[in-house]
């Protein structure tokens, strides 16, 4: 099984509509982000979150919100789709504890579509 | 605010032959340094890492990258590529003050037979 979980892998939605992509992840990680890749783009943080108390806007956060339900658990929303916000969205964990250096466990990618 | 430069949109590189993807950066104090790779319709993988140290790191899949300090630069090498290599590489920083983690706009890699 993935450490790092996303879903639903592919959504196609229509504009104004509200969808959530849900990460979970097993790894133990208190540190979970959320990013999304464009082509020509690459990757653009959105949101963080350090712990269930601790979250952070990234660099594009306008027109998203998260919720970090449990340590495992950290949900992107989209309150109103619109088509600029297709994507496709990544979930990471990362544990920067003594003797690890933060680097990041993806996940397999969120591909969403919004017409 | 830290970035991540990587100049080139597409590399191509005969097998056999070795291969340079650049990354430049900005960050202030001390920088941690990564390289990932993406193979299609997969998340990004981690490859090597720079903390602190020896200017040369080594990674996976033969994989290794120079640390720069003075030309604020962290190029991902390998001294024979292989036909395998061809993917999407991302060089990225992360900023110890608010542990940002930010990535560069990718590169192309190809190995052509």
């Known amino acids: 099984d993935a450490d790092v979980t996303q879903t639903p892998r592919n959504r196609i939605t229509k504009t104004g509509k509200r969808i959530m992509l849900e990460c979970s992840q097993t790894k133990g990680h208190d540190r979970m982000y959320w990013y999304r890749q464009d082509p020509g783009l690459g990757l653009r943080l959105i949101y963080y979150s350090f712990d269930v108390k601790d979250i952070n806007k990234g660099e594009i956060s306008d027109g998203y919100s998260v919720s970090r339900q449990a340590q495992a658990k950290f949900s992107l929303s989209l309150e109103s789709a619109i088509p600029n916000q297709t994507a496709l969205y990544f979930c990471a964990t990362s544990d920067p504890g003594l003797g690890n250096t933060g680097e990041l466990f993806f996940g397999e990618g969120s591909r969403l579509t919004v017409l | ?113």
């Open chain 2, 1 to 113: 605010a830290q970035s991540v430069a990587q100049p080139e949109d597409q590399v191509n590189v005969a097998e056999g032959n070795p291969l340079t993807v650049k990354c430049t950066y900005s960050v202030s104090g001390n920088p941690y340094l990564f390289w990932y790779v993406q193979y299609p319709n997969r998340g990004l993988q981690f490859l090597l890492k720079y903390i602190t140290g020896d200017n040369l790191v080594k990674g996976s899949y033969g994989f290794e990258a120079e640390f720069n300090k003075s030309q604020t630069s962290f190029h991902l090498k390998k001294p024979s590529a292989l036909v395998s290599d061809s993917a999407l590489y991302f060089c990225a920083v992360r900023d110890i003050r608010d542990d940002k983690i930010i990535f560069g706009k990718g590169t192309r890699l190809h190995i052509l037979p």
